[in-house]
């Protein structure tokens, strides 16, 4: 699809689409999609948490951009909405309880005993981050660099046999891949479907009328939600596929 027309809100995942992974955006998509927020409603969603969007996503913004108040952020899957009103105001939060958190961080920590994986050689950071709304595996640790979590699980082969394990242990909740050595878990039903109804309700937008954009929306991908819900989607490698898509927008 090369037209927005008709469209009146555009959601990007963030990781891999708008940025690469776990890194800022890079000035040239940050100036397109400035350009395209005085233009069009635009949100943002993704299974990082909101200090992520800060330092990844809106820190690379122009200062004193124009129409903010159009700009929707919905961190951790959607679990939460910020909107700009001067300020980023939440409008909503989906936490988990004190039990559920712990039901998932031992059924976590005992799928991935069991998945029989080689425990990596070296660790950077946390490796199960509890998120409030969300808990998160990251395989190497949250602050490992990116060329060696792009080696750890290209074809979520490794992901996909630890989710296997996890999965019957976690009736009550959502498993995804998510970014590059990640599993995001929720409680079940708050992913990026959720999200997207909040944003119905919310922005009184119809799903006919929104477009979302995204790099994993495979099978088990933590995009893959957002087709369930029906609204029309792209999928795009990484972000200079996302730059040429807004340009074409505009062409
Ligand atoms: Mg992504």
Not at 23 to 30: H, L, Y
Not at 52 to 63: D, I, V
Request: include cysteine; charge should be negative; aromatic fraction near 8%.
């Amino acid at each position: 699809m090369t037209s927005i027309q008709g469209k009146k809100l555009i959601i990007f995942d963030l990781d891999g689409t708008l940025t690469p992974p776990k890194q800022d955006m890079e000035p040239v998509t940050a100036e397109l999609l400035t350009n395209l927020i005085k233009n069009i409603q635009v949100a943002v969603i993704s299974g990082g948490n909101y200090l992520r969007f800060q330092n990844q996503f809106l820190k690379s913004l122009p200062q004193g951009v124009d129409g903010l108040s159009n700009l929707y952020l919905l961190p951790t899957s959607g679990t939460r909405l910020l909107v700009w009103q001067n300020d980023w105001v939440e409008k909503y939060k989906e936490e988990l309880s004190e039990q559920e958190r712990k039901e998932v961080k031992d059924a976590l920590t005992l799928s991935i005993d069991q998945s029989g994986l080689e425990k990596p050689t070296e660790t950077f950071g946390q490796i199960i981050e509890d998120r409030g709304s969300q808990i998160t595996f990251s395989a190497l640790g949250q602050e490992a660099p990116l060329e060696l979590k792009v080696k750890w699980d290209p074809t979520h082969e490794k992901r996909q046999k630890i989710i296997d394990i996890l999965r019957p242990k976690l009736p009550k909740f959502d498993i995804r891949i998510g970014g590059t050595t990640s599993i995001d878990i929720t409680r079940r039903g708050m992913n990026k479907a959720y999200g997207i109804h909040k944003l119905e309700q919310y922005l009184k937008i119809s799903l006919s009328d929104m477009l979302f954009v995204g790099d994993a929306l495979f099978y088990g991908g933590n995009d893959y939600p957002v087709k369930a819900t029906g609204i029309d989607c792209i999928e795009v490698k990484g972000p200079e596929e996302t730059d040429q898509l807004i340009k074409s927008w505009f062409a």
